[in-house]
């Protein structure tokens, strides 16, 4: 089994910057992709980022503005993100594909989320 934490969410006006960063229990290998999805209310959860040897991807509505990372060793993961915008302003969850050399188009593993809000 695997358990995902999540930290780094909170408040920030536009224009500014978090970093979102996501700790792993568990086994994880690095060919299982990881990475974030988020959802703001009244919305599906939508994937941002993925990251895994052979594979980074983005929504088009953050390329440029966040960059995935991922620390091996320590089974985490994090998200920049830079420029934000109120539009960004969502639940974020971490979320690992079980699946070797997956996608992260369905996701085995969820964190229990956290709340980032851009002011405007």
């Known amino acids: 089994q695997v358990q995902l934490v999540e930290s780094g969410g909170g408040l920030v006006q536009a224009g500014g910057s978090l970093r979102l960063s996501c700790a792993a229990s568990g086994t994880i290998f690095s060919i299982n992709a990881m990475g974030w999805y988020r959802q703001a209310p009244g919305k599906q959860r939508d994937l941002v980022a993925a990251?895994?040897?052979?594979?980074?991807m983005y929504a088009d509505s953050v390329k440029g503005r966040f960059t995935i990372s991922r620390d091996n060793a320590k089974n985490t993961v994090h998200l920049q993100m830079n420029s934000l915008k109120p539009e960004d302003t969502a639940v974020y969850y971490c979320?690992?594909?079980?699946?070797?050399?997956?996608?992260?188009?369905?996701?085995?593993?969820w964190g229990q989320g956290t709340q980032v809000t851009v002011s405007s």
């Open positions: 979320a690992v594909d079980r699946n070797p050399w997956g996608r992260l188009s369905s996701p085995d593993y």
């Open positions: 990251i895994r040897p052979g594979l980074t």
